[in-house]
């Protein structure tokens, strides 16, 4: 699976869009984007996944560049809520049920009120 | 949507004893189930696979003689944290994914505190 660099950490005022990035530069032609978060002290939660259209869900909108080499997370409308560390996991498409995903190390993302 | 259900969300136990922690997928069956543990401030690092009906597979630097996994159903994998130590202490999250069509679904993780 690709290697993906994120920020550490970025501050969003509440009520304004968050917008995450991500670098995966050695992503290959099979392998999908995904994004989850973590809150403090829970399991992480799916929130978007792509290949290479933009998508978008109840939760968020995934903006991925046209050579694949990154995207950007989109929260519309950030809450205090919202606060948490995003992770962008770059993997194998089609894959079975049996491999795992691998974290990096995300970004934290703060919400001020 | 696919639910992991993890049990139990905190445990304190002492020195030399063991604690069992389950990870129940409610409504879908699991042939494969993940085992992370995730230190403070840090990311989650994948200690094992766990798999329906036969012997786990551990990640390079996890003792599988500590860390005891049990996936004897399609629902319900164990991890079992044996003469646990305080270094022991950390946060376990299982995983498990309903299809390759599905996202991987998280438990609510489990605090473990050895003292």
């Known amino acids: 699976d690709a290697k993906t660099t994120q920020p550490p950490s970025m501050d969003c005022a509440e009520g304004r869009a968050a917008n995450l990035p991500c670098n995966h530069s050695t992503i290959s032609g099979n392998e999908y984007v995904y994004w989850y978060r973590q809150i403090h002290s829970q399991g992480p939660q799916y929130i978007i996944h792509?290949?290479?259209n933009n998508e978008t869900n109840e939760m968020a909108s995934l903006i991925i560049t046209e050579d694949r080499k990154s995207s950007t997370l989109i929260l519309p409308h950030a809450t205090l809520r919202d606060t948490a560390v995003y992770y962008c996991i770059v993997r194998v498409a089609g894959s079975g049920s049996a491999r795992q995903l691998t974290f990096g190390s995300g970004t934290q993302l703060t919400v001020l009120p | 949507g696919a639910v992991v259900s993890q049990h139990p969300s905190r445990v304190i136990c002492k020195s030399g004893t063991s604690v069992k922690i389950e990870c129940r997928s409610l409504d879908f069956q699991a042939t494969t189930m993940f085992w992370y543990r995730q230190f403070p401030k840090k990311s989650l690092m994948l200690m094992a696979t766990?798999?329906?009906?036969?012997?786990?597979?551990?990640e390079q630097g996890v003792e599988k003689d500590k860390f005891l996994i049990n996936h004897a159903s399609l629902t319900l994998s164990t991890l079992t944290v044996t003469s646990a130590h305080p270094e022991d202490s950390s946060f376990y999250i299982c995983?498990?994914?309903?299809?390759?069509?599905?996202?991987?679904?998280f438990g609510s993780g489990t605090r473990l505190t050895v003292v």
């Open positions: 766990s798999n329906e009906g036969s012997k786990a597979t551990y």
């Open positions: 792509g290949l290479k």
């Open positions: 995983s498990a994914r309903a299809g390759r069509n599905y996202g991987y679904t």
